[in-house]
């Protein structure tokens, strides 16, 4: 069982950025796709950004070009950099290790 833990939510004015971390309790070296995906109020759940072993990406339409995501295999870590935020991206943030392991969110809420 791993443990995933995020940080790094918080209020920012639009155009605004922040920096999420997403810390496992275990090693994520074996983890061979990471994300993050994201719940507004009233929404479902929806992916932000997916990061696979091979080093290929994948990041929501609503997001290319201003979010990028990365991981520290030695720290067990794995960062979204979000960048231009619009108050469109506020929504808890969650990271995963689809299907298997989730965190429990970090509120990231975006003022105009």
């Known amino acids: 069982q791993v443990q995933l833990v995020e940080s790094g939510g918080g209020l920012v004015q639009a155009g605004g950025s922040l920096r999420l971390s997403c810390t496992a309790s275990?090693?994520?070296?074996?983890?061979?796709?990471m994300g993050w995906y994201r719940q507004a109020p009233g929404k479902q759940r929806e992916s932000v950004a997916v990061l696979f072993s091979s080093g290929a990406t994948h990041y929501a339409d609503s997001v290319k070009g201003r979010f990028t995501i990365s991981r520290d295999n030695a720290k067990n870590t794995v960062y979204l950099q979000m960048n231009s935020l619009k108050p469109e991206d506020t929504a808890v943030y969650t990271c995963?290790?689809?299907?298997?392991?989730w965190g429990q969110g970090t509120q990231v809420t975006v003022s105009s």
């Open positions: 995963a290790y689809p299907p298997l392991y």
């Open positions: 275990g090693s994520i070296a074996r983890f061979n796709v």
